[in-house]
């Protein structure tokens, strides 16, 4: 089992923030240190124990989606080695794990592409027919997949808020029409080049979520991370029922056992602090992370 890494702690940069999983440090003026710590969170909240080995697994798959789908649009790799802007007694916290990415102004919307009805999206249809201001068939069910992609983005949250999802109008007025025409049919065809990919190793990507900025001549650039068990929901495709919720490579597991976890006799409440999670639940974790890049990759 690797070193876990709760927290990156850099003297040689200075840091800027930490979100939920990545610290990020300025490099210049014009670079972005982005270190994909161990931390999980679920529910909005952050784990108190660290997942070992997560991050790294999160940047190699990461890497991976970003080299395989760079045709499409360009993304914020430098081409750089991260451990060559950190202290040489730095390097072991960022090996395998960071990315040394442009800066850039990134929009503020959250890119979603649903290719299957679940979650956020499920509970609105019922309720609507439809999810985002998008009218879809009647007699879908849970899990099921849709006729075709569709772009349905959110706004992006502060730290400890809930994304929240908007129309393709209320887009348009945040980022202007053209622009968020572009970034609709871009996200629609990572997604659906990633998912075509995906399924011929055994894995339905339900969902994903995609950030964009622009870099200093306006151009569009893909950032953050990509196609992640994070920022995606992976179904392993020999468990996939329609009508089913299909069990999942990214923190479902986690999910799952905070549903059930009694804090003083009583369900958590979703709040900080989390309740500490057992080993079973970390290793299994862990290995799904693990299961999901070895099939990727394979």
Known sequence: MPEALLQSNLKSLPLLAR???R????????????????????????????????????????????????????NHLTGEEPESV??????AQVRGRAMLVKRLAPL???????????????????QSQSVCGIALPPGLKNASRLPAPIFTPATKAEAGAHDENISFEQAASLIGR????RVRAISIRLYSEAAAYALTKGIVIADTKFEFGLDATG???????????????????????????????DKQFVRDWLEAARVNGQPWNKRAPAPS????VIDKTAAKYAEALARLTA
């Open 19 to 21: 979100g939920k999983v």
């Open 23 to 74: 610290d990020n440090y300025a490099v210049g003026d014009d670079r972005l240190l982005m270190v994909a710590s161990d931390r999980l969170s679920a529910f909005d909240v952050v784990m108190g124990e660290p997942i070992p080995g997560k991050g790294e697994l999160l940047t190699r798959m990461a890497l991976f989606w970003f080299e395989r789908l760079k045709h499409v649009v360009p």
């Open 86 to 91: 950190v202290a040489p007694d730095e390097r």
């Open 108 to 126: 503020p919307i959250e890119a979603v592409v649903r290719g299957y009805l679940a979650g956020s999206g499920w509970k609105e249809y019922q």
């Open 178 to 181: 053209e622009l968020a025409e």
């Open 219 to 249: 151009t569009l650039t893909l950032m953050d991370e990509v196609l992640t068990p994070d920022s995606s929901r992976y179904w392993p495709v020999e468990s996939y029922r329609e009508g089913e919720n299909p069990p999942s490579y």
């Open 277 to 280: 999670l057992p080993a079973a």
